[in-house]
């Protein structure tokens, strides 16, 4: 019978890994407890002659569905719309830029897809992506399935930068600049705050996140309250309600260096995640530091937060929903978990954006749909599932 994984137990350097009780052929070396989720880590002692495990083998090919329904939810987005471009003509299109292929399209279809549709749609995967995998990293950080982007102060922060450009009068490129620049100040305020006392740096930093996004809250609605109520109060409004409608290339380009690079760390890390599970005291002695490792990643999910929220202002939801699905499908093993996450994100906000630019007549916020959508649908999740998403 084997040893089940330590809780909390205090862990120094007498303490011994669990072994089982001999059993099997005299003389059998004792089978060492690996923690789950962490027999390929750096650093995690892994039983003498044998091999490191890998994850669940069904649970890979589910990642590569998962990638099949992002990449369909992809082209369907780029075929709807008040202008229906044939799904057919879409991927001659697309596949029209690289090869030479006979040009069956029109020249409105290729403006509408190339132009307007495609940087909407690359925009969405990325901003979905990060928000869903910075949520998935931060629950797993703080291990409580209700935290989201939101708690470590950085949407917040990256708010209040967007709204000041927009009250100077400033250019797009100054409002993504000043989300992004006071995204970062946010988490550094939250850090500092979080080095006040040596008790509880979970408890700290998550005390930090609610007082930096409730002054920050405080200095977007002063912006309100100082902006014209005939010119800039509308487009501020609105932008705070998130939107893709002003979606570029180049917008494009600005969220991918910050969303890509925090999820390039994140995935990095997501094996020492699953070592973080098991306390801070387990996973010094496992040889992972808890402290450090909580702050890089910390700062990867707020380089995404600050970097979505730049370019698409604040969209809710995200990151609490999406990684529930994300473990209700792979599992609570972070090595499959964040991955998923990250494409699901992706296809769930390109399918709600591309509803909020054909339901209506007027496009609706993101933020609204997001809201209207998530809430109920958490609800949900949390009934049918309960404590089954945690216990796997």
């Known amino acids: ?88 003509e879409v991927l001659r299109l697309l596949v029209g830029q690289v090869l030479p292929l006979d040009r069956t399209w029109t020249p409105a279809e290729e403006s509408v897809v190339l132009d307007v549709r495609l940087p909407r749609v690359l925009l969405s995967l990325l901003v979905g992506g990060g928000l869903a995998l910075g949520g998935a990293a931060l629950q797993g950080v703080f291990r409580n399935p209700l935290v989201s982007p939101d708690v ?105 260096v910050p969303v890509l690079v925090g999820a390039t760390v994140v995935l990095a890390l997501r094996w020492r995640l699953n070592v973080l599970s098991l306390g801070d005291e387990d996973a010094t002695a496992l040889g992972v530091p808890p402290r450090s490792t909580r702050v890089l990643l910390l700062t990867a999910v707020a380089l995404m937060t600050a970097g979505a929220v730049a370019v698409a202002g604040l969209v809710g939801w995200v990151g609490l929903v999406v990684p529930h699905l994300a473990r209700l499908w792979t599992g609570s093993d972070h090595r499959v978990q964040l991955p998923a996450a990250f494409l699901i994100g992706g296809a769930y906000l390109t399918v709600i954006d591309t509803l909020s630019r054909t339901v209506t007549a007027a496009e609706m916020p993101l933020g609204i749909l997001t809201a209207v959508i998530g809430a109920p649908f958490f609800v949900f999740l949390l009934a049918r599932s309960r404590n089954r998403m945690w216990s796997q």
Request: net charge neutral; aromatic share 6%; glycine share 12%.
């Open 152 to 256: 470590i102060g950085v949407s917040s922060g990256a708010s209040f930068g967007g709204v000041l450009g927009l009250l100077l009068g400033l250019g797009s490129a100054a409002v993504v600049g000043g989300a992004f620049a006071f995204g970062l100040v946010a988490l550094v305020t939250v850090l500092l705050i979080g080095r006040l006392n040596s008790g509880s740096p979970i408890l700290m930093i998550v005390l930090g996140g609610t007082v930096t996004g409730a002054f920050f809250t405080a200095l977007v609605s002063f912006v309100k309250y100082l902006a014209d109520p005939e010119s800039q109060l509308p487009s501020i409004v609105f932008w705070l309600l998130g939107s893709l409608a002003t979606a570029t290339y180049a917008k494009a380009l600005t969220a991918a």
């Open 1 to 88: 019978m084997t040893a089940s994984a330590p809780e909390a137990g205090p862990a120094g350097p007498d303490s011994a890994p669990a072994t089982d009780a001999p059993s099997g052929p005299a003389g059998a070396p004792p089978r060492t407890h690996t923690p789950p989720g962490t027999e390929n880590a750096p650093g995690t002692p892994t039983p003498p002659g044998t091999a490191g495990a890998s994850p669940s083998p069904h649970r890979v090919p589910r990642l590569a569905v998962l990638l099949l329904i992002t990449v369909v939810t992809a082209l369907a987005a780029l075929a709807l719309g008040r202008y229906v471009v044939p799904p057919n």
